[in-house]
């Protein structure tokens, strides 16, 4: 009677008793939600590199460098802003602490999964904590960042427009600050399209990461995985957690190193 | 102690300090690459060995993220393939489109 219900048991790890891939149900069909998800990241980088490719760049040394919806920004001119420190020029910094942030709180939540292993619950509810810090900071990062390239710099880009006044078209120079999906001061509309649906998709990610890391923390403190007698929950959130410091690996070196 | 009958009794292993060091140290990998690529950005000019330069050091990141970080380097080779072999079609998209948006006329 117990060998029969051992039997069972055995049997139900997939039906067919042998778990395939040697990995559970969940963490495999995580796999492949991340690799669909590397899919649609890798479409969107890489329309971002067709449209780039189609644009000149722009001709001549990068201190003479001027928005102009006539080249492609040099990145590094556009993303240039801490802060607390208006005015400053300090190209990439900001991202580089971005990437910072995001690198550690992988680490954390690495050894968050590496706590679960060993069934130690303050350990994997002190890392979680840290996880969730580290993922809101960046948001928050991110929310800055969007802000100053909406509202744009002091002074104005002066971009030409064929406008209709009473019917007849006119050429017009207009002032432009900051970008939007209609305008954009640093170069051709597209830029700025991608840099909000490309960061905007990354961040969303992330958003939906600290909440289901949250999710996770919430059933360590209360003790659900502990009662349960494993933490396999933390690593599947984990590789979800990972995959999205991974995507922003790819946009930092696509969207604002090259 | 009677109602804490139906509590589990939990083991809690000690902390596996090899593991956590070699973590440590992928950290410290991945910190140091992205230090390398913030000074290249400044040091090169513009030019195909730069971007060359960058998509290599961005591999080696996401090489440790999933290899380290994610297991796949220890889990069974058929999973690990599983994963990988299908990237072959983001190379090739990678590829023809970069190519293709080279070829196009100069968007306004």
């Given amino acids: ?258 | 102690m009677a109602s804490h009958s139906n509590e589990p009794q939990v083991t809690v292993l000690p902390p596996d300090k090899a593991k956590i060091k070699k973590l440590w140290t992928v950290a410290g990998i991945l910190g140091a690459v992205t230090a390398v690529e913030f000074l290249i950005a400044f040091v090169l000019p513009h030019g195909p060995l730069k971007t060359a330069i960058f998509v290599a050091l961005t591999i080696v990141k996401a090489a440790y993220i999933v290899l380290e970080f994610m297991h796949l380097k220890y889990e069974v080779k058929v999973l690990f393939w599983s994963i990988l072999i299908p990237m072959i079609f983001v190379v090739w998209m990678l590829v023809a489109f970069v190519y293709e948006g080279m070829k196009l006329p100069v968007l306004p």
């Avoid at chain 1, 479409?43 to 067709?50: A, D, F, K, S």
């Avoid at chain 1, 958003?207 to 209360?222: D, E």
Wanted: proline fraction near 4%; charge should be negative; glycine fraction near 8%.
């Fill in chain 1, 1 to 258: 009677m117990a060998q029969a219900a051992a039997a069972t048991a055995e049997k139900d790890l997939w039906n067919g008793g042998v778990s395939p891939m040697g990995a559970s149900y969940g963490k495999l069909m995580m796999w492949f939600f991340l690799l669909s998800d590397a899919f649609t990241f890798s479409g969107l980088l890489i329309t971002y590199g067709l449209v780039r490719a189609a644009h000149p760049a722009f001709e001549g040394l990068p201190d003479a460098f001027v928005f102009s919806p006539e080249h492609w920004p040099i990145p590094e001119k556009v993303f240039e802003a801490i802060p607390f420190f208006h005015g400053v020029a300090a190209p990439l910094v900001f991202v580089g602490i971005m990437t910072f942030i995001l690198i550690m709180s992988s680490v954390t939540m690495v050894l968050a999964v590496e706590a679960g292993h060993r069934m130690d619950r303050k350990a994997v509810e002190k890392w979680m904590l840290w996880t969730i810090v580290g993922g809101i900071t960046f948001l928050a990062c991110q929310a800055w960042e969007w802000t100053h390239f909406i509202v744009g710099t002091d002074t104005p880009t002066l971009i030409k427009d064929f406008v209709f006044v009473n019917g007849e078209g006119q050429w017009i120079t207009k002032e432009v600050f900051g970008a939007n999906l209609k305008i954009n001061q640093y170069g051709p509309q597209s830029f700025a399209d991608f840099f909000f649906f490309i960061t905007g998709f990354h961040g969303f990610h992330v958003f939906s990461g600290v909440l289901l890391n949250f999710l996770i923390y919430y059933n360590t403190v209360t003790g659900v995985y502990e009662r349960r007698g494993y933490y396999e929950m933390v690593e599947k959130v984990g590789l979800y957690w990972h995959f999205v410091d991974l995507v922003w690996v790819f946009v930092f070196t696509f969207f604002y190193l090259v």
